[in-house]
């Protein structure tokens, strides 16, 4: 199956599963930072995630009389799970990995048509459906390495994820604890907390659980997938639109706050670093099957991502906001498209109607455009 994606046409010929291969590998960097601060239980996570998309999308596909072979081969479920298991908690219990992929992909993929019809990003829909669900599970994040009181290795990992327990029978609530004994929690998680209490920004940061610039370790898992989303623009998997746009939009809301009164209000930085920031910007919100496809309007797109990620990170009930104000997004992201339309060479202005012969009702290039968005919408999810 070839991408096609709206006009101007490109001419590479890049296949959809070559596609969601380079957006694999250039997860790679953040992949691994990721395990490095917080240890195995991301990569199982992982793990989880990709075999539970894989089997259940199989499962679905054979029940709707399609080959399961051909269809797996364009690595759409591979990747939605990754996408997914990289948003966990590394320690979650394994049925939370399961029951959240196998709803992404059965929910928000297959019954919706399968690859390219699906209105929303499929893995913030499971994320979604498991932050509702399961808030504790899904907000027990463990304190990075270097700050764990008793730091779990490999079976440990193995363990908990299955059994809740470590091997000499530590729980998670134990080992959430830090080396100074409190129970951790992540830097958005904090912040919320502390500043609810009255503390100011300068207290709050203090803290073991915050780095330089934003969480610690959080600030080199966001760089890592930085790198990564940069390889994806340098070899224009992606357009620049919308990662630019969500932190565009991240960054000067922050910015705003901020400067209004730094005392209550964190910094763009802090921000921009934390949290699920980059893996965001450059590798869920960029989903072609559900972003806007003109230039313009992936701009106002991404944009209006990163301002409702500052509004309900700062003023709503969840600390991280990536996969609500994605979701939120790929609602208008039809609205979007239709008001952005491009104008075509030698055409007027979309504001100017062309000449309407007698008794033909009048049709903007908006219309005619926002008809062929539908026609030509990219399979590719």
Known sequence: MSLAISSPHRTRGERVGQVMRMVIYCTAPGMATLMAFFGWGSLFQVWLCILACVVGEAVVLSLRGRDPRHELKDCSAILTGLLLGLCLPPYAPWWIAISGSLFAIVVAKQLYGGLGMNPFNPAMVGYVFLLISFPIAMTSWTPPLALSATPPGLIDSIMLIATGNTWDGQSLQTLRAGIDGFTMAT???????????????????????????????????????????????????????????????????????????????????????????????????????????????????????????????????????????????????????????????????????????????????????????????????
Not at 199 to 204: D, L, R
Not at 269 to 282: E, I, K, P, Q
Not at 304 to 327: E, K, N, Q, S
Not at 343 to 362: D, E, F, M, N
């Open 187 to 381: 830097p958005l998680d904090h912040l919320r907390t502390d500043i609810a209490q009255g503390q100011m920004i300068s207290e709050v940061v203090n803290q073991q659980v915050f780095g330089a610039f934003a969480g610690f370790g959080w600030e080199w898992v966001n760089l890592a997938f930085l790198i990564g989303g940069g390889v994806l623009l340098q070899q224009k998997i992606i357009s620049w639109h919308i990662p630019i746009g969500l932190l565009t939009g991240l960054f000067g809301s922050a910015l705003i706050f901020y400067v209004w009164n730094p005392d209550v209000y964190a910094s763009p930085m802090f921000h921009l670093l934390t949290g699920g920031s980059m893996l965001g910007a450059f590798f869920i919100a960029t989903d072609p099957v559900t972003a806007c496809t003109s230039a313009r309007g992936r701009w106002y797109y991404g944009l209006g991502i990163g301002v409702l990620v500052y509004v309900i990170r700062t003023f709503g009930g969840y600390p991280d906001a990536i996969a609500f104000a994605v979701l939120l997004l790929n609602l208008a992201a039809p609205t979007i498209d239709h008001y952005t339309v491009p104008r075509a060479y030698g055409q007027p202005s979309r504001k100017i109607l062309a000449p309407v012969p007698s008794g033909t009702a009048p049709r903007s290039t908006a219309d005619s455009a926002t008809a062929s968005r539908t026609q030509n919408k990219d399979p590719a999810s």
